[in-house]
């Protein structure tokens, strides 16, 4: 029984305190919130005449009468009991709202991402193979500002271009045409159900309606995984190992191989960061293309002071990350077990 | 809106490639014209930054250069006197960013695998950086300006508070590295303090990644004012300031008006490639 | 776990224990998939059915589907419900189909009609025989209980926008049998603000059979249930799916009591960008666009596939509350000064591209019977009077002051560029803060700014609700700040008089209002155009006094 303990303790250690750390973590959100400005019961009234008595009873009916710490109290114990609460504004439930635009906003970055790794790949080895090429100075110069350009200002001129005077692409109103009906729901996420009612005229206007959204997404973060890419694959190439192959007398293609594995670590690392940006900040692109998600979500919540919105949507993204947080410790120290926590770090 | 890269970089001991001359101050000098445009630009432009001049919306020509907005304020003019005021808001965040960052590093570098309240305290700072990074900077952005209003002081503050925690992790990353190197063992016999210790061997050798990525953080900063502007949480209109130039051009350039976004647009972009410049001739990094 | 919710409420389902051996065979069924014949909802082209169709785009305006549960985008909640009368339709002086409210007739709706007691103070209304979404009958238990729950729900902004003419429901609504009811209110000179109240959103009947059913001891009158349930009410549309954020499918009633609508289903889309929603209707994706900017309805209004609508006497102003309790707009003389130091004509060409219009500096209506504009100051952009004024009051060296805009409203912004600009010269030096939506929304309630600039209009247009819509004294409305006794007795005074549209009370509407601008609480800056596109394929535009569209009077003219 304690060999099972000392053999398996550190992660479930770890996995214990991770509740404990949501509930920190959910104090914290408590008050970041407190800290938005505007009053819910001046949104929700839309200014109409309102006596001092009629005011206090709206914000009665909102939880925000009564103590601080009566309120945080009152948060975690629905925190705890998986409690998101309603909108303020709407009136519907956050939870169910983080259920639909969680997996279509995770669709969206999924494309965006597959795409950008294929390019990053792809341009990545054309820049350390062939550096005099033209289009490898090109694509080295647009890679080292990488995020100079806005993905707004990008966004804005891919409409304008192949919407208003190309028309290439449908308007830029949805992730697919206004007048198709939605897929029934299976597992969420669009694309996906789509292909399950196997609803090809839907899949077809998703397609359609999803190349330039993606594409702007691409453009826009792609150069930060090219950057990185070239730089390692710049020093995998340098490295002993790949003169200890050639001189060993291994086929390029041998040589090629190896030199990505060994480039590759870093790269999936930064994927890892812009994939979690995605999901959470591409506020802008979700705008311009009208695919509502939910970094579109958590900046209605703040402009409107919706704070029980703004509160459901901290906590899901805290406790995602949370979750991934873990995964990916648990995951490194199983690589490499002189990281696991109890094991005598020299100097410690 | 970006976000900062966690470069895992070649160790330190790298040699620094020299250069020409002639091919260093070709790096600089698109940074020394920006920085020119800063000091000079508000006191050259043609028609007042800040005041309707003429009418809304006309197209580029003799009058206007870069035409005018839909306020109906002189575009050319707003876009240089920009420049001193995004610089600004660039390098303090910068500074702040770097600064803070090191430090916060250091410490919880230094003292994460203690045992006792100091280390408890340090890997719980260590987890909270990697919280704040887990959440969207814009929305993080939103609800500290919306809460200390939209100022140069307060934005390089919630910049600052967005950006330093990666800059944190990657100067931790370095002291974990630097901790366990001999010659912090042979200072220590020979009677250095822990603070000396720090400041003359530990601050020198693992700072570098921050100061390297610094480049990048003053791309991000302008990057993301442009994008709270965007969200409507920019500097107190009509404040010159690129980031809220584009935002509020943006939704006239889908139907044809492109000139009131575009060139702030350019200058941000041409702005952050030479600021990168300066990162490279300084940290050597291609 | 959906928030496509279907109307009913119940969500659509998913188990999670299929979900991974779904996930297993999804990578060999992609190809097939792809291939395979499609046997999908969509599969026959359009999938909104037979009828004529339409796609409205509008920003988020976050819709809400009980106005007793707060004040949101109200357009959609609006079709699905009806009033007991309605103000009807005339054509615009415009042209193209577009038609506008005429605003000063009460005519039958869900009521079959109506009486006015002897002394004007009892209508009787006799209710027709409206079916509901449900499938229920109206009934005078219905009207009852809907005002019952209007003004017993914290969230309702109705007792307040009711008051003075309904205060009290119990005391005031009688039952008389299952077809017919009576208000009875204080005076009679309130009667035309009823009517026009009972003909806006306030006056919506729910159908009580199907919401008691939903009442638990928490939500005693099924608000909560309401605002997720929107098919509640006699309206001629119902809702047959909702995505909040995203979409809203609405289907014409063929059992509506006015007859089926013309167009059977209305797709509304949300759109954020204003630009992407004006090129929508340009390119024919949509045909009908909302909150569209100025300068696009300008530049699109000479295209002849959209119809930018221009009706007589919009509703809409775009106005300058001055802060009166604080410096330095406590001052009368200096919010007087700040009349004559703001560009009116400028605003209207630049920010509006004259789709706005400034009739005089008054904020009623001027085609209300009895109406005279007699003896206004006359506010125009004149800095010198503005100068002199300023020095009179003791401010020879000028003023400064703090003007919020919301982030919301662009057109705003760029009138308050233009006031800071001109005023300048006025010896005003004003620093613009934009402010997100909610905080702008919290310091119009508490009073806190020294001045603000916003949009908006009052929706039931008779002369004293629009005198004291933005005055009303304690109100969070109340803009400026501004209680005046002289003002609240003029006011008083018009109250009095029996019929509010009579020659007598429009001189002491003029005299109120007369108080009202010479202390200049308020600075009305001009009458804004609706801000929408219209497709020129479609007819029956109708400007209405709440400014949200009713769907039931549109057609397309295309098929």
């Known amino acids: 029984m304690s060999a099972l303990w000392s053999r398996n303790g550190w992660w479930v250690r770890r996995l214990a305190i991770l509740p404990v750390h949501l509930l920190l973590f959910a104090v914290v959100v408590f008050f970041l919130v407190k800290l938005i400005p505007g009053d819910p019961v001046a949104v929700l009234s839309g200014g109409q005449r309102m006596t001092p008595e009629q005011y206090e009873a709206a914000r009665a009916s909102l939880g925000l009468t009564g103590t601080v710490f009566g309120q945080l109290g009152a948060f975690l114990v629905n925190t705890v009991t998986l409690d998101l609460g309603n909108s303020v504004l709407t009136g519907t439930s956050v939870l169910a709202e983080m259920g639909s635009r969680l997996p279509e906003t995770v669709e969206l970055a999924v494309m965006a991402m597959v795409v950008s790794s294929l390019v990053a790949v792809g341009l990545g080895f054309l820049v350390v193979l062939r550096p005099r090429n033209l289009v490898s100075r090109a694509v080295a110069s647009y890679s080292r500002a990488a995020g100079a350009v806005p993905d707004f200002c990008l966004g804005v001129a891919g409409i304008f271009v192949f919407y208003s005077v190309l028309h290439w692409a449908p308007a830029p109103i949805g992730r697919y045409d206004t007048l198709l009906n939605p897929p029934p729901r299976t597992t969420g996420f669009p694309f996906l159900d789509a292909l399950f009612s196997s609803d090809t005229a839907l899949m077809g206007s998703m397609l359609a309606h999803l190349w330039l959204p993606v594409g702007v997404l691409v453009v826009a973060y792609a150069p930060m995984l090219v950057k990185l890419f070239i730089r390692s694959l710049d020093q995998a190439k340098n490295a002993q190992a790949t003169k200890f192959r050639i001189a060993s007398g291994a086929s390029r293609r041998m040589v090629m191989v190896s030199i990505a594995r060994r480039a590759l670590p870093a790269t999936v690392a930064m994927f890892g960061t812009i994939f979690g940006f995605m999901v959470g900040g591409a506020v802008v692109v979700e705008q311009l293309f009208a695919i509502p998600g939910m970094g579109e979500y958590a900046v209605q919540a703040v402009t409107r002071s919706d704070f029980v919105s703004l509160r459901g949507f901290l906590l899901i993204v805290g406790a995602l990350s949370l979750l991934v947080f873990f995964l990916v410790d648990v995951v490194t120290m199983l690589l490499d077990p002189r990281r696991r926590p109890g094991v005598a770090v020299a100097g410690g | 809106m970006t976000l900062t890269v966690d470069i895992p970089s070649a160790p330190p001991s790298r040699p620094r490639r020299t250069r020409r001359p002639g091919v260093a101050s070709v790096t600089l000098v698109p940074a020394a014209i920006v920085l020119l445009l800063a000091v000079i630009g508000p006191l050259v432009v043609p028609y007042s930054p800040v005041d309707v001049v003429d009418r809304p919306d006309l197209l580029p020509g003799a009058a206007h250069w870069f035409g005018t907005d839909s306020a109906g304020m002189d575009v050319f003019s707003r876009t240089l006197a920009a420049t001193r005021n995004n610089l600004l808001i660039g390098l303090i965040t910068t500074v702040a960013a770097t600064a803070v960052g090191i430090l916060v590093g250091l410490l919880v570098g230094m003292n994460e695998s203690r045992r006792g309240p100091l280390g408890f305290v340090a890997r719980g700072v260590s987890r909270a950086l990697d919280l704040v990074q887990a959440l969207p900077a814009i929305v993080i952005g939103l609800v500290l300006i919306a809460f200390f209003g939209a100022t140069i002081p307060s934005l390089t503050l919630a910049l600052s508070v967005i950006l330093f925690p990666n800059q944190a992790r990657l100067v931790r990353t370095e002291v974990l590295r630097v901790r366990g190197e001999a010659y912090l063992d042979a200072a220590r016999i020979s009677g250095d303090s822990e603070t000396t210790l720090i400041r003359k061997h530990v601050l020198p050798n693992s700072s570098w990644p921050a100061l390297e990525n610094a480049s990048l953080v003053f791309g991000s900063a302008i990057v993301l004012t442009a994008g709270l502007g965007f969200l409507g949480v920019g500097l107190h209109p009509p404040t010159p300031e690129w980031g809220s130039m584009i935002a509020i051009g943006a939704p006239g350039a889908a139907s044809g008006r492109w000139w009131s976004a575009l060139f702030p647009a350019v200058a941000l972009a041409l702005t952050v490639f030479a600021v990168s410049g300066v990162g490279r001739r300084l940290f050597g990094d291609d | ?559």
């Open chain 3, 1 to 559: 776990m959906s928030a496509a919710r279907s109307p009913d409420g119940s969500s659509p389902r998913w188990g999670a224990a299929g979900r991974r051996s779904r996930f297993a065979v999804v990578a060999a069924a992609v190809l097939a998939l792809t291939v395979a014949c499609s046997t999908s909802a969509n599969s026959g082209g359009t999938g909104g059915g037979g009828g004529s169709t339409m796609t409205i785009v509008t920003p988020d305006t976050s819709i809400v589907w009980a106005i007793d549960n707060g004040f949101g985008g109200y357009e959609q909640g609006k079709n699905v419900q009806a009033t007991m009368l309605r103000k009807p339709f005339v054509d615009s002086k415009q042209g193209r189909g577009v038609q506008q409210q005429d605003v000063y007739s009460y005519t039958p709706y869900l009521a079959k009609g109506y009486d006015v007691s002897a002394d004007g103070l009892t209508y009787t209304f006799h209710l027709s025989d409206a079916k509901s979404q449900a499938g229920n009958t109206l009934t005078a238990d219905d009207v009852l209980w809907s005002f019952e729950r209007k003004f017993n729900t914290a969230t309702s902004v109705i007792p307040g926008v009711m008051a003075p003419s309904l205060t009290d429901p119990k005391s005031q609504i009688r039952k008389i049998d299952d077809k017919t009811v009576t208000f009875t209110l204080p005076n009679a000179g309130l009667g035309t603000t009823f009517l026009a109240l009972m003909s806006d959103l306030c006056g919506q009947i729910y159908d009580s059979t199907l919401l008691k059913q939903h009442v638990s001891a928490d939500d005693p009158y099924a608000v909560k249930w309401s605002s997720q349930n929107p098919n509640f009410g006699f309206g001629p549309y119902s809702v047959t799916a909702y995505q909040p954020g995203v979409s809203v499918t609405m289907t014409g009633r063929d059992d509506f009591v006015l007859g089926a609508p013309k167009i059977k289903t209305i797709n509304v889309r949300i759109v954020a960008d204003p630009g992407t929603r004006a090129n929508a209707v340009k390119n024919g994706d949509a045909q009908l666009a909302e909150s569209v900017t100025p300068a696009d309805s300008s530049s699109l209004a000479q295209d002849s596939k959209v119809i930018a609508p221009q009706v007589d006497n919009p509703n809409t102003y775009i106005m300058m509350p001055l802060v009166t309790n604080k410096a330095p707009f406590d001052n009368v003389a200096v919010r007087q000064a700040m009349a004559y130091a703001t560009p009116y004509s400028q605003i209207v060409d630049n920010v509006y591209r004259g789709l706005a219009k400034r009739t005089g500096p008054g904020f009623l209506l001027n085609d209300a019977p009895g109406y005279s504009s007699a003896g206004f100051p006359n506010y125009t952009y004149d800095p010198d009077k503005a100068k002199a004024l300023l020095a009179q009051a003791g401010f020879p060296n000028g003023v400064s002051f703090t003007l919020a805009v919301s982030a919301a409203d662009p057109d705003t912004r760029e009138a308050a560029i233009q006031i800071q600009t001109a005023a300048k010269a006025a010896g005003f030096t004003v620093t613009i803060d934009e402010q997100p939506a909610a905080e702008f929304a919290q310091q119009r309630v508490n009073h806190t700014s020294e001045a603000f600039i916003l949009r908006d209009y009052a929706i039931t247009l008779t002369p004293p609700y629009e005198l004291l819509v933005y005055t009303a004294p304690k109100s969070s409305n109340n803009f400026a700040d501004w209680e005046y006794k002289p003002f609240y007795d003029a006011l008083a005074a018009g109250n009095a008089l029996p019929d509010a549209l009579s020659p007598q009370a429009g001189a002491a509407w003029n005299a109120a209002e007369k108080i009202y601008l010479d202390q200049s609480p308020i600075v009305f800056i001009a009458q804004v155009q609706p801000n929408v596109l219209v497709s020129s394929t479609i007819g029956g535009y109708a400007w209405t006094s709440d400014n949200w569209i009713d769907y039931f009077n549109l057609s397309r003219t295309d098929t």
